[in-house]
């Protein structure tokens, strides 16, 4: 349950919140107007407790060559990532896949079918002390 709800440029840099301030992050229909969301994994890792569950859906690139595919949809660029490179993103920055699912989305009228994947990942605390040279107990 929210408070209240505020409207911002994700692009903008740190978000106007103190570390560890959110329990859990959700982001439904964001990855998809990036090429490479790595920003948004390092900006919730940053904003979320140890511990903590970010939840996302991602449109599922359906061309084996490329982990980033781009397509134009009513003059808006969208873009699909591999799974793995989804991946990759997240725990490069300290999240481990908890949960992965996948699933189709009915199309509009006159629109592609879309194929979504929405993995769990949670925030992997040792990561930071690995990243700072320090190795667990």
């Given at each position: 349950m929210t408070e209240s709800l505020v409207t911002?440029?994700?692009?903008?840099?740190p978000f106007p919140w103190e570390d560890g301030w959110?329990?859990?992050?959700?982001a439904c229909g964001v990855f998809h107007f990036f090429s490479h969301p790595g920003f948004i994994f390092e900006e919730v890792y940053?904003?979320?407790r140890p511990q903590g569950i970010l939840c996302f859906?991602?449109?599922?690139?359906?061309?084996?060559?490329?982990d980033?595919?781009?397509r134009v949809m009513e003059s808006?660029?969208?873009?699909?990532?591999?799974?793995?490179?989804?991946?990759?993103?997240?725990?490069?920055?300290?999240?481990?896949?908890?949960?992965?699912?996948?699933?189709t989305c009915i199309?509009?009228?006159?629109?592609q079918t879309g194929f979504y994947s929405g993995p769990v990942w949670f925030k992997n605390p040792m990561h930071d002390h690995e990243s700072a040279g320090h190795?667990?107990?």
């Amino acid at each position: 349950m929210t408070e209240s709800l505020v409207t911002r440029d994700i692009t903008s840099r740190p978000f106007p919140w103190e570390d560890g301030w959110f329990d859990h992050a959700l982001a439904c229909g964001v990855f998809h107007f990036f090429s490479h969301p790595g920003f948004i994994f390092e900006e919730v890792y940053r904003l979320i407790r140890p511990q903590g569950i970010l939840c996302f859906t991602h449109q599922l690139a359906t061309r084996a060559e490329s982990d980033v595919q781009e397509r134009v949809m009513e003059s808006v660029p969208v873009f699909a990532h591999k799974p793995s490179f989804i991946g990759e993103l997240a725990a490069d920055t300290g999240f481990t896949l908890k949960k992965p699912f996948c699933f189709t989305c009915i199309p509009l009228p006159n629109h592609q079918t879309g194929f979504y994947s929405g993995p769990v990942w949670f925030k992997n605390p040792m990561h930071d002390h690995e990243s700072a040279g320090h190795r667990p107990i």
